[in-house]
């Protein structure tokens, strides 16, 4: 696999054309077709896409992201193709229209070469719970490539893309990075358009690269990171220019080690990784200081309370009478709605629709959804105390390695904690990326997260790189 880095110089050096580029992923794709990672794959529009690139290449014109080759996770809208979110409720849909970060990779001259399985409506830690099939992980195929991106995640580890968009909610970028050993980048809520992105919790999504290093994840959030005005939470923040401030020196730099992260749950194998790089810091010229995140035990319980009231009041437009699938053998338009949700809907879907009713439902709501968005607050409470003495944070991506697979789908509570780590990111609205901090002793990847303040990108992908050239 090459970065784009390495695409790029060939390029300039004549070695190869964006047409040849986009031909070899399509032989991968083709080669890896076994491990289910997507859904759709347009090989005659990536390659008229890729010539029209080579020509503007030649005359000198083309745009920053010429050479990379981009898939999709299936819940970003690309028009006149399918969106399906892994759902049978939307197996047949097409959209009709380009989701705005599709446009901006589009006008960088990015070429996007198909879309990526995910966990039904993003939601999943495995990618075992879409409609059409489970995703495999590479480097064992009878485990799980981490959730709800594990297809995006799949493509990037095996070469079938450059990078890949995925959405991140509550982990769904970093913890698939983490399994797969890719990296993963979730950017602060609002840095990114949500327009054409399928809602799962509004206040939660964010949509963000998956990539081979840090300096391609940053190509990819330098195009699609600013203001949209089509989306109300896009946030009127400058960009920075996230290559310039990658210098690779930490001297100096402020690391907070939350200690909430290192307890009795994790790893032992992880942690002695992520330690390691803890003391590469340190003798790199970083300041590392223990923080406190106190609120941290009460994230999975506050996440699936919050996330899951909205994804109820989301999902309510998939009724069967105004798109997508509609149940055949149905009497009247009660049943209709109860019959086409039922089929159309999967266990995992169904069970949060349910949950999230059931918050919000009278004479729960205050007890529970109330009290939820109350400590959402004193978690970003906490990230903010922190922020105001350290620059960044660094903490385990996922408490194990990859799981296999069928080994948690009958334990609900065991899959959510998978995400212990990283729902505290998504209920914060700060940016978080996952880089691979080694292996264990069966080969399989580790993850490791930087956090940062808000719009504080430049921060984290500037360490990611350090540890890239460092290690």
């Known amino acids: ?3 784009f880095d390495v695409l790029q110089s060939e390029l300039a050096e004549g070695k190869t054309t964006c047409e040849n580029i986009t031909r070899e992923y399509l032989g991968r794709i083709e080669e890896k077709r076994h491990l289910n990672a997507l859904l759709s794959v347009f090989p005659e529009k990536a390659l008229e896409q890729a010539r029209a690139v080579d020509k503007k290449y030649h005359e000198g ?17 690309m028009k006149e193709e399918r969106v399906t ?16 970060v ?3 990779l589009r006008s960088a001259d990015a070429v996007i070469i198909g879309k990526n399985n995910m966990d039904e409506f993003a939601m999943g830690s495995s990618t075992e719970n879409s ?7 590479p480097q064992d195929e009878d485990r799980v490539p981490g959730g709800s991106s594990g297809g995006s995640a799949v493509a990037v580890c095996t070469g079938m893309s450059t990078t890949s968009l995925g959405s991140d909610t509550g982990g769904s970028i970093r913890q698939p990075a983490a399994f797969c050993g890719v990296v993963g980048l979730k950017p602060t809520y609002g840095r990114v358009s949500r327009y054409g992105l399928v809602a799962y919790a509004s206040s939660f999504d964010s949509i963000g690269p998956l990539a081979l290093t840090a300096k391609d994840a940053a190509s990819v959030l330098q195009v699609i990171a600013g203001h949209d005005a089509n989306d109300s939470t896009s946030a009127k923040v400058s960009v920075p220019d996230y290559h310039a401030q ?3 020196e930490v001297k100096g730099l402020r690391v907070g080690i939350p200690k909430e992260y290192f307890g009795e749950a994790l790893d032992s194998e992880i942690r002695q990784s992520v330690e390691k790089k803890i003391d590469l810091l340190r003798s790199n010229g970083a300041v590392l200081e223990e923080v406190s995140l106190p609120h941290t035990e009460y994230t999975i319980a506050t996440y699936y309370i919050l996330a899951t009231a909205e994804a109820s009041s989301n999902l309510a437009r998939y009724d069967g009478a105004r798109y997508g699938f509609r149940s055949a053998a ?3 338009l009660s049943d209709m709605y109860s019959k086409s949700r039922s089929e159309g809907f999967g266990a995992e879907v169904k069970r949060r629709i349910m949950l999230g009713t059931y918050v919000l439902s009278a004479g729960y709501y205050d007890a529970y959804y109330r009290k939820g968005q109350k400590v959402r607050r004193l978690i970003k409470e906490d990230f903010d105390h922190a922020f105001q003495s ?3 944070l660094l903490t385990p991506t996922s408490p194990s390695t990859s799981f296999k697979a069928g080994d948690k789908m009958d334990d609900p509570l065991q899959m959510y904690l998978s995400d212990i780590y990283t729902t505290s990111v998504n209920l914060a609205g700060i940016p978080g990326i996952s880089i691979p901090c080694g292996t264990d002793h069966q080969g399989l990847p580790i993850g490791m997260q930087i956090l940062g303040p808000h719009f504080g990108e430049s921060t984290i992908l500037k360490v990611a790189d350090f540890f890239e050239t460092a290690s």
């Open 61 to 77: 014109n083309a745009g920053a992201l010429a050479g990379m080759v981009v898939t999709i996770k299936d819940l970003i809208c």
């Open 131 to 137: 409609a059409y099939g489970r995703v495999k992980l």
């Open 1 to 3: 696999m090459k970065s």
């Open 330 to 332: 149905t009497s009247d």
């Open 390 to 392: 350290v620059d960044c």
């Open 85 to 100: 979110c892994g759902s049978k409720i939307l197996e047949n849909f097409i959209s009709l229209y380009d989701a705005t």
């Open 102 to 104: 599709v446009q901006r």
């Open 246 to 248: 990658m210098n690779k």
